[in-house]
């Protein structure tokens, strides 16, 4: 059957680049649903959007068959006034920068550190049930956005919720979650650090464990407390995945917009609301494309910028 099947393979004529109409269909479909809408967007953001176009932007005859192919859109050409705009003019904009920065400077931070914390202890040899401990901690991961905003909306309710009736009975005293807008970033810090702690902390779990161990039995030889083994041997040998966690941390922190949109709203008086929650608005809602598309842009060279910044200083290679 080798035999047969060599002679069969070597029979059949080979085809100049077949394996690249076998890689094809991915790069078609990456060109259609991911580089058009990103070139398009860069493009649109020079443009003011007017309305949807009849006009013909190409036009192909097939013998009997004619394909037309129209215009996305009718576009007027405004140049750089909307970069203009949102950079010197736009107080809301710098308002939901203000805000995602507040929220990535607590929420990264803090959910950077519970969760390697969370992973050292179910890394710990005296722990038992460590498999059940990891599944409920990573399953808020697999909640839906609008379910856990909305169950999240309900708990730090002013009035009703379980939050301040807890605080209440203690003596602490209610806190106004939603209505002061400090509080109401608060409460998206740890909205988001509660769904995607456990998200974080099974990475940094699967990087404690491709830690040598004689790593550390040379350590205690030297005679390191533990203090001395986290800080010259865990950190160190952790240090590409903690980058890992920071980056990827960075990017969806400032990509966030279900947790203000059903928690907040925005509010209160746009003290919540987020980059992309600006874009939204601007795109869907008032129909400014060309300016949602420039606000757009902003937001992936920010990203880009604080990216390149974390590895550069994070990692050795």
Same mark, same amino acid.
């Given at each position: 059957?080798?035999?047969?099947?060599?002679?069969l393979?070597?029979?059949?004529?080979s085809?100049?680049?077949?394996?690249?109409?076998?890689?094809?269909?991915?790069?078609?479909?990456?060109?259609?649903?991911?580089?058009?809408?990103?070139?398009?967007?860069?493009?649109?953001?020079?443009?003011?959007?007017?309305?949807?176009?009849?006009n013909?932007?190409?036009?192909?005859?097939?013998?009997?068959?004619?394909i037309?192919?129209?215009e996305?859109?009718?576009?007027?050409?405004? %140049?750089?006034?909307?970069?203009?705009?949102?950079?010197?003019?736009?107080?809301?904009?710098?308002?939901?920068l203000?805000?995602?920065?507040?929220i990535?400077?607590?929420?990264?931070?803090?959910?950077?550190?519970? %969760?390697?914390?969370?992973?050292?202890?179910?890394?710990?040899?005296f722990?038992?049930a460590?498999?059940?401990?990891?599944?409920?901690?990573?399953?808020?991961?697999?909640t839906?956005?609008v379910?856990?905003?909305?169950?999240?909306?309900?708990?730090?309710?002013?009035?009703?919720?379980?939050?301040?009736?807890?605080?209440?009975?203690?003596?602490?005293?209610?806190?106004?979650?939603? %209505?002061?807008?400090?509080?109401?970033?608060?409460?998206l810090?740890?909205?988001?650090?509660?769904?995607?702690?456990?998200?974080?902390?099974?990475?940094l779990?699967?990087?404690?464990?491709?830690?040598?161990?004689?790593?550390?039995?040379?350590?205690e030889?030297?005679?390191?407390?533990?203090?001395?083994?986290?800080?010259?041997?865990?950190?160190?040998?952790?240090?590409?995945?903690?980058?890992?966690?920071?980056v990827?941390s960075?990017?969806?922190?400032?990509?966030?917009?279900?947790?203000?949109?059903?928690?907040?709203?925005? %509010?209160?008086?746009?003290?919540t609301?987020?980059?992309?929650?600006?874009?939204?608005?601007?795109?869907?809602?008032?129909?400014n494309?060309?300016?949602?598309?420039?606000?757009?842009?902003?937001?992936?060279?920010?990203?880009?910028i604080?990216?390149i910044?974390?590895?550069?200083?994070g990692?050795?290679?």
């Amino acid at each position: 059957m080798r035999y047969a099947r060599q002679d069969l393979s070597g029979a059949v004529p080979s085809i100049p680049g077949l394996p690249y109409l076998y890689i094809s269909p991915f790069f078609i479909l990456f060109g259609i649903f991911l580089m058009f809408p990103a070139a398009y967007t860069f493009y649109l953001s020079f443009f003011d959007y007017v309305g949807v176009s009849n006009n013909i932007l190409l036009s192909i005859q097939m013998g009997p068959v004619v394909i037309s192919i129209p215009e996305i859109a009718n576009l007027e050409f405004v %140049g750089l006034n909307h970069y203009e705009r949102l950079i010197f003019r736009d107080s809301l904009f710098h308002r939901s920068l203000f805000n995602t920065s507040f929220i990535f400077l607590v929420q990264v931070p803090t959910m950077v550190i519970l %969760g390697l914390a969370t992973a050292l202890v179910l890394d710990a040899k005296f722990i038992r049930a460590k498999g059940l401990f990891r599944t409920l901690i990573a399953l808020p991961v697999a909640t839906g956005l609008v379910a856990y905003s909305t169950i999240f909306l309900l708990l730090f309710n002013g009035e009703v919720g379980l939050v301040n009736y807890v605080l209440e009975q203690v003596g602490v005293g209610a806190i106004p979650w939603l %209505g002061d807008g400090f509080w109401a970033r608060i409460t998206l810090v740890i909205a988001v650090t509660w769904r995607w702690l456990g998200y974080n902390m099974i990475i940094l779990l699967a990087g404690l464990q491709t830690i040598p161990e004689p790593l550390y039995e040379a350590a205690e030889i030297d005679g390191a407390n533990r203090w001395q083994k986290f800080r010259y041997v865990t950190l160190p040998q952790l240090r590409p995945v903690l980058l890992f966690v920071i980056v990827s941390s960075t990017i969806g922190t400032f990509q966030i917009f279900a947790e203000p949109y059903v928690i907040t709203g925005g %509010g209160p008086s746009n003290a919540t609301i987020t980059i992309v929650q600006y874009i939204y608005n601007q795109a869907f809602l008032q129909l400014n494309l060309g300016y949602a598309s420039a606000v757009s842009v902003i937001l992936v060279v920010l990203v880009s910028i604080m990216s390149i910044i974390q590895i550069r200083y994070g990692s050795e290679e």
